[in-house]
């Protein structure tokens, strides 16, 4: 005959058993019938080796061996209903969790400072590490190098969870006195002065001239830089025009003396998501923190952004 084999529906009957010593007030509590209780009961007895209650008089009472076991079977039964019961929402105060976030260079512009020192004043044991963005980018979520990337994602790996913050569209940005802005910033005069590209392939061609061509026009690129935060810095010393979008900009921009203007031309809007592998959806540490990302970017929103997505994302 085949051995009844312990089950975790066995530990929860023999816990409630043991607590209630009796098969009816036990099946009460379970909402079995006391027919069925009393099954279950057998099958703990053959599992064990042992009768565990017998009956005194007009009770039972359990025997040396189910007195010796008790506490660890409760302990059990309560480890079982931790594992299986979902964590609730994170105590920011007590929280001690390092995230790697994956970010483009504006977004780290944007995003650290703000981040850090909210979370130096709420969230004391929680660490942030901003990583640049670099080659197999569309590895790094599935593989665990990190936890969050936030960027403009256009080609995001098919399994990555998508959620856009902002959608705004490109803004042009020179310095403070630039001769572009004395007077209405046309294509024509748009196209006239040199521009920087902050790309880091390198790339001296994008939308703009795109744009610039479908009206007769081109521009000249005196350069490209890796980075953003170089292009600011460019276009600080000198009469190049660069490019920003709106959630770029803020404190860094005012504190270089430079200014935005609108671009005269029809183009994309620049679309920035955060994305996340499936296995940290559920997280509440990891929820916790897209919360803090997406207040970040809050308000900056000029067309409505898409729901959360599964592939790809509008490209910027």
Do not use: C, N, Y
């Amino acid at each position: 005959m085949r051995q009844t084999q312990p089950s975790l529906d066995l530990l929860i009957a023999l816990d409630v058993l043991l607590d209630e010593g009796s098969v009816s007030g036990a099946a009460h509590r379970l909402h079995l019938s006391e027919p069925a209780m009393s099954r279950t009961l057998g099958r703990i007895r053959k599992a064990m080796g042992d009768p565990i209650l017998v009956r005194s008089g007009q009770r039972m009472v359990p025997t040396p061996r189910a007195l010796a076991v008790r506490a660890e079977v409760r302990a059990l039964v309560e480890g079982a209903r931790r594992v299986f019961t979902p964590p609730g929402a994170p105590d920011p105060a007590t929280l001690v969790r390092e995230f790697v976030i994956l970010a483009s260079d504006p977004v780290i512009m944007a995003a650290a400072a703000p981040l850090l020192t909210e979370l130096a004043a709420t969230a004391p044991g929680v660490r942030l590490r901003f990583i640049s963005e670099g080659p197999g980018d569309q590895l790094a979520l599935r593989d665990g190098l990190a936890e969050l990337e936030v960027t403009i994602i256009s080609d995001p790996a098919p399994e990555t969870l998508v959620e856009p913050l902002a959608s705004r569209a490109p803004l042009g940005v020179v310095r403070a006195g630039h001769p572009l802005l004395d007077g209405p910033v046309t294509p024509e005069r748009f196209a006239a002065f040199d521009h920087v590209i902050a790309s880091r392939k390198g790339r001296t061609r994008g939308p703009i001239d795109d744009a610039l061509a479908a009206l007769g026009l081109a521009r000249r690129v005196g350069g490209t830089v890796p980075t953003f935060s170089t292009s600011l810095l460019v276009v600080r010393e000198t009469d190049l025009v660069g490019m920003a979008a709106a959630w770029m900009v803020g404190p860094t921009l005012d504190a270089l003396g430079l200014v935005t203007f609108p671009l005269p031309l029809e183009l994309p809007p620049l679309v920035l998501s955060q994305a996340w592998h499936p296995r940290h959806d559920v997280d509440p540490a990891h929820a916790w923190l897209r919360e803090r990302v997406r207040a970040v970017f809050a308000g900056g929103e000029e067309e409505p952004v898409r729901h959360l997505t599964h592939g790809p994302a509008s490209p910027g």
